[in-house]
């Protein structure tokens, strides 16, 4: 192929040129004694360049054959690698359409090829993703059975997935025993096969690979470990409630100990000198700012605090009902389950969120 233009617009890139094959032969009967017929132009749409549009004018010639014995007399000649009978873009093209419709469908890539500079419609994608021949079935060592949906409880069909490689490999258009076990007969070679507990896929599992192994799928395997789980709770829920009574009721030696440990640690807090220095500090300076008049609000953006605990010294009358006295003796939420927390500390359950 000699090229002999490239114009360049902004509809895309245009290339002119012309096809120089050596030879040609009769696509029909491989006569090489041909002779040129006439000449014309064939316009391609080829890949993109610079994420331009662009399309190739092949100057081709059209050749006659002189057996009469076919009912074509003229043909084309061809480009090999590029050109193809009665296409409109170059292999290459097609090709790049062909990976994008496998990966992302109709209208995914359909976007992602104009984005590159190669508009293309969806159903274009999908047409030539269908005129892809299928890849040959090689013999499938792990074989996944299953069912699937074509139209909810209407009619279903049945997906087979090589386990290796966790791709399907061939559809079927029912769930029926017969159609499966066909299938595995003229398929030899599968050494186990995946499958859920229906009725059937077990039938046809012995019927067409009567020597492959059954084993259940990941999903039937948990779903039947969660129902056995759950028979068992079921059938002894009395001893849980046995153990969590046991539980349950405190001991008074303990929670004596826990309630003395914790009056302790409330005495600690309360005469820790930093602790009692900062809240003389921040109850004299809330003082001197509710003198001047200054609300709540004000406080809290005048001295950086929470507005809760700028309320709290707001409201208090003297100090010492902020270090501590007044605490212990306000009601607290916890004070009817005491006994309680204090047991499963005891326990060794040190988490306050399990508490």
């Not at 030879?23 to 041909?34: L, T």
């Not at 699937?148 to 029926?176: E, Q």
């Amino acid at each position: 192929m000699t090229i002999e233009s490239i114009d360049a617009s902004a509809a895309g890139i245009r290339i002119r040129a012309c096809a120089a094959t050596q030879g040609a032969s009769c696509p029909d009967c491989g006569n090489k004694s041909v002779r040129v017929h006439s000449r014309y132009d064939r316009t391609l749409a080829d890949a993109a360049i610079g994420n331009r549009p662009s399309r190739l004018v092949l100057r081709v010639r059209r050749f006659l054959c002189p057996n009469g014995q076919y009912s074509r007399r003229t043909f084309a000649e061809q480009v090999d690698g590029l050109t193809s009978a009665y296409a409109r873009r170059t292999r290459l093209l097609t090709a790049s359409f062909e990976r994008i419709g496998l990966a992302l469908a109709g209208r995914v890539g359909a976007r992602l090829a104009d984005a590159l500079g190669m508009p293309v419609g969806r159903s274009t994608l999908l047409r030539l993703v269908r005129s892809l021949p299928e890849p040959p079935v090689h013999p499938v060592e792990v074989l996944g059975i299953d069912d699937f949906a074509l139209r909810k409880r209407h009619r279903y069909g049945t997906v087979l997935v090589d386990m290796n490689t966790h791709r399907p490999i061939d559809v079927l258009p029912d769930r029926r025993a017969d159609t499966v076990a066909a299938w595995l007969a003229g398929r030899p070679g599968t050494a186990v096969i995946c499958r859920d507990r229906a009725g059937a896929y077990a039938e046809a599992a012995r019927t067409g690979a009567p020597e492959a192994i059954e084993v259940a799928d990941r999903w039937h395997l948990w779903h039947n470990l969660a129902a056995t789980v759950e028979k068992t709770v079921a059938a002894h829920h009395h001893c849980l409630r046995s153990a969590l009574e046991a539980q349950s009721s405190p001991d008074p030696t303990t929670c004596e100990t826990q309630r003395k440990l914790a009056g302790e640690m409330l005495a600690a807090r309360q005469a820790s000198p930093r602790l009692t220095e900062r809240t003389k500090r921040r109850f004299a300076q809330v003082a001197a700012l509710k003198t001047k008049g200054l609300s709540i609000a004000a406080i809290c953006g005048e001295l950086g605090l929470a507005r809760n605990t700028v309320r709290r010294f707001y409201r208090a009358t003297e100090v010492d009902e902020l270090l501590g006295s007044a605490r212990a003796g306000r009601p607290r939420l916890l004070d009817g389950f005491t006994d309680y927390p204090h047991v499963r500390w005891g326990d060794g359950q040190t988490s306050a969120a399990v508490l």
